[in-house]
T-cell receptor, first 113, second 110 residues
Framework: EADIYQTPRYLVIGTGKKITLECSQTMGHDKMYWYQQDPGMELHLIHYSYGVNSTEKGDLSSESTVSRIRTEHFPLTLESARPSHTSQYLC????????????FGEGSRLTVL | RKEVEQDPGPFNVPEGATVAFNCTYSNSASQSFFWYRQDCRKEPKLLMSVYSSGNEDGRFTAQLNRASQYISLLIRDSKLSDSATYLCVMHNQAGTALIFGKGTTLSVSS
């Protein structure tokens, strides 16, 4: 079983609120990722990190921001939530190298009213 | 051309059938290929890695064709529990992260 955890699992919030989606892993993985997935649609990479103090934007533009102050923690923040941000956000991590398996958290399902 | 393309299906097959999915990719430099499985409203989980020489895990066989730039997944003797969306995964053009295809949906019925 993967040791990667996301909170909250479900969040319903009003427009304009600031939200932070938490992601933690206890596997000592350097690489961490955030993907966004709408129902029945593909996963889109929105942020990734190769280690502490390293963050990069992914292939899909996102208004969210991330930080990586500790190896095990990779939170995602939306300063002002909008209905267009309604989606599922999946955090993942893996070891360095090209063959490492990607482990996913259970996801955070965000609904912005 | 999208980096990773899959036939979305759905593939509706009876139990016991053999079914095959293909996934084409545009990044000829990609070194790592995987098949992931995603159940409805769940996170993706690794099904198997895809090696250059092809590999088999029970009823599942994965193959890589670098010349034609596609990977394939063959499922033999389909079970009801195989019903899911199958995602092909590989490194993106920049080699910085893993990207996912849209997924192929398989529905196995009795």
């Amino acid at each position: 079983e993967a040791d990667i955890y996301q909170t909250p699992r479900y969040l319903v919030i009003g427009t304009g609120k600031k939200i932070t989606l938490e992601c933690s892993q206890t596997m000592g993985h350097d690489k961490m990722y955030w993907y966004q997935q709408d129902p029945g649609m593909e996963l889109h990479l929105i942020h990734y990190s190769y280690g502490v103090n390293s963050t990069e934007k992914g292939d899909l533009s996102s208004e969210s921001t991330v930080s990586r102050i500790r190896t095990e923690h990779f939170p995602l923040t939306l300063e002002s939530a909008r209905p267009s941000h309604t989606s599922q956000y999946l955090c993942a991590s893996r070891l360095a190298g090209i063959t490492g398996e990607l482990f996913f958290g259970e996801g955070s399902r965000l609904t912005v009213l | 051309r999208k980096e990773v393309e899959q036939d979305p299906g759905p593939f509706n097959v009876p139990e016991g059938a053999t079914v095959a999915f293909n996934c084409t990719y545009s990044n000829s430099a990609s070194q790592s290929f995987f098949w992931y499985r995603q159940d409805c409203r769940k996170e993706p989980k690794l099904l198997m890695s895809v090696y250059s020489s092809g590999n088999e895990d029970g009823r599942f066989t994965a193959q890589l064709n670098r010349a034609s730039q596609y990977i394939s997944l063959l499922i033999r003797d389909s079970k009801l529990s195989d019903s899911a969306t199958y995602l092909c995964v590989m490194h993106n053009q920049a080699g910085t992260a893993l990207i996912f295809g849209k997924g192929t949906t398989l529905s196995v019925s009795s």
